[in-house]
């Protein structure tokens, strides 16, 4: 389970990489522009993945998730004040980290406790957590491709098969 | 990894149904609203999630990929005309064929060629193509979402992270 844990992270380390291509051949101001939806705009949404996952991380490094939800909400403000660039830069920075902590293997099976605030105490490991962080992205990922064509603008393919059929076929 | 991929579309089914649930809640005539987005209405994504589910069991079962999609084509004008409440009913058909099918253990590591019209032939499993099916329909839940804030609506919660916690913490 935890190498397949692995390879879902690295694809969605390569589907965000495919959205801030995308992003950054638009023009600039569509990254903050207002559109009525899930969030006020795209930084929005990406400024909430990232924190997302920034937040994931210290729990698995062990931290509390309320002391990792308010780590996330004292940067809430200025990383969705960022530009494009500097969010790429975030989120690949942070995919360095993850990737270093992954390739531990033995936090991969660590087991975690985790004390949500409304639903009491889950026990897990950082496998079985990890693709919560990678369905997550997918998902908001598929918001911004609404938001995108809201907007007047296509979006860019981000699809697991696609990524499987690149990955897969090249080595067969 | 098999238990995983089937735990997976477990979660897959449960998403679903709170889309349904919530599209239920709703005035009818969102569900084919014209909506400027990934779509042009919320029938037209589930139409699309429905039938590319659907092709992907039927390669599991020996079909080929492009005669999957020819099926899909043919039944595209009709499944985008359903109404909410039969759509409902398709998934649900559609999701007690994928458990029986999931749980025969010896069908989940069966080895498949896939030969892609546009990428060459892709040597594969079903278990590893399952979060494919799964990741394709979170990221269209998530289009669903921002077209419903498009419409001036609330979505529902389809997080794996809370599906997580919904069915480990009773059971701790």
Do not use: C
């Not at 931290?63 to 790429?88: F, N, R």
Request: aromatic content about 12%.
């Amino acid at each position: 389970m935890s190498d397949f844990a692995f390879k879902l992270y690295e694809y969605n380390v390569w589907a965000n990489q495919q959205i801030f291509n995308r992003l950054k051949e638009l023009p600039k101001e569509i990254y903050h522009q207002e559109i009525q939806s899930v969030f006020p705009s795209i930084s929005h949404v990406l400024s909430h993945v990232y924190l997302s996952d920034l937040g994931w991380i210290e729990v698995f490094s062990g931290k509390t998730l309320s002391d990792a939800l308010a780590l996330a909400e004292q940067l809430k403000e200025q990383t969705e004040a960022k530009e494009i660039e500097e969010m790429e830069d975030l989120f690949l920075r942070l995919s360095e980290r993850y990737i270093l902590f992954l390739q531990q293997k033995e936090q991969l099976n660590k087991p975690l406790q985790i004390q949500n605030p409304s639903s009491g105490i889950m026990k897990t490991t950082v496998s079985e957590l990890l693709p919560h962080v990678v369905n997550h992205g997918t998902y908001h990922r598929g918001n911004i491709t609404a938001m995108l064509r809201q907007a007047g603008y296509a979006s860019a393919p981000t699809d697991y098969g696609l990524y499987l059929f690149m990955t897969k076929t090249e080595k067969a």
